[in-house]
């Protein structure tokens, strides 16, 4: 992906919007406190990244910050969906 689209606010909050949307129509499947815990981190990615795209011509070092926060949070994520897909095969719902 190009800078200019890793930085454009209107893709922050596309991303920000499909996260919001994807967890509202995936709530009625989630159901145990646990399975929500990957698009808690999903979520929290995309917010740090629109945080960060709003800071960054106020303070380049917290927008530095919270984009790192935010592949963290990414990181996260990816790993809990893992986790989760394989507590959901072995019957842990």
């Known amino acids: 992906m190009s800078t200019n689209v890793l930085k454009s606010k209107a893709f922050a909050w596309a991303a920000l919007v499909l996260v919001i949307l994807v967890i509202g129509f995936s709530f009625p499947i989630r159901t145990v406190w646990w399975s929500f815990s990957d698009v808690f981190f999903i979520f929290m990615m995309v917010f740090s990244h629109l945080m960060a795209v709003y800071l960054a011509r106020f303070n380049v ?20 969906l893992i986790v989760e897909a394989v507590l959901f095969s072995l019957g842990f719902a």
């Open 61 to 80: 070092f917290a927008s530095k910050k919270l984009d790192f926060f935010a592949l963290i949070f990414g990181i996260l994520g990816v790993v809990a």
